[in-house]
């Protein structure tokens, strides 16, 4: 069945390093959504791509959509405590079917 | 989130006892779904609702059932609870269902089944 893999699993950087997490389908997708959970908390809706190639940016975080639309990054800037969590992408074909299915999630960890 | 509470936020029920948790929301959005997390796999999706009374499985259905009644409760129920159902549970609400845009998630209900 479809699957969304992401990476890393988890990741550790000093405050103020940049941050990266990827994320692959093994078919193509109609759109991504990205989300964040803080330790202990929900999952909380970051943003939505839907173009191929598609890049969006909220203040530090920039989304990326690849152009083939099976692949996707979530990059952080100058990380914070803040930005303490575990993101997960959740991808949906809907050639294939109506379900979104999420990643297992990238845990960061911030070392002050 | 405001628009949506679950119940209870944390439960320890005996292996065998029926459970059932509440998802209640004031959004008056159509769809409702069932998720478990576990660590190492991330967000699964047990059942889900497209609206009253229509539901149906997702990934891990096995041992859960699930009832909508009225637009604003999805009631998720383990018939008889076992230890590999201790999870934590969240409810998540979508205006536009499964076909895009984002999902509202509940905060969360820590069943431990001992």
């Known amino acids: 069945g479809q699957q969304v893999m992401q990476i890393p699993q988890y990741q550790h950087v000093q405050e103020g390093e940049d941050f990266t997490t990827y994320c692959n389908s093994s078919?193509?997708?109609?759109?991504i959504q990205w989300y964040k959970q803080r330790p202990g908390g929900h999952p909380v809706f970051l943003i939505q791509l839907v173009k191929s190639g598609e890049v969006k940016k909220q203040k530090r975080l920039t989304f990326q959509f690849g152009e083939a639309k099976k692949n996707s990054s979530l990059h952080i800037t100058a990380t914070q405590t803040t930005d303490v969590g575990t993101y997960f992408c959740a991808g949906e074909d809907r050639n294939r079917d109506d379900k979104i299915i999420f990643g297992k999630g990238t845990r960061l960890h911030i070392l002050p | 989130d405001a628009g949506i509470t679950q119940s209870p936020r944390h439960k320890v029920t005996e292996t065998g006892t029926p459970v059932t948790l509440r998802c209640h929301q004031t959004e008056n959005h159509r769809y409702m779904y069932w998720y478990r997390q576990d660590p190492g796999h991330g967000l699964r999706l047990i059942h889900y609702?497209?609206?009253?009374?229509?539901?149906d499985k997702g990934e891990v259905s096995d041992g859960y059932s699930v009832s909508r009644s009225k637009t604003e409760d999805f009631l998720l129920t383990l018939e008889s609870a076992t230890s590999s159902q201790t999870s934590v549970y969240f409810c998540?609400?979508?205006?536009?269902?499964?076909?895009?845009?984002?999902?509202?998630f509940g905060s969360g209900t820590r069943l431990t089944v001992v």
């Open positions: 998540a609400i979508s205006e536009s269902g499964v076909r895009g845009y984002g999902y509202t």
């Open positions: 078919t193509t997708l109609s759109n």
């Open positions: 609702s497209y609206g009253v009374k229509d539901t």
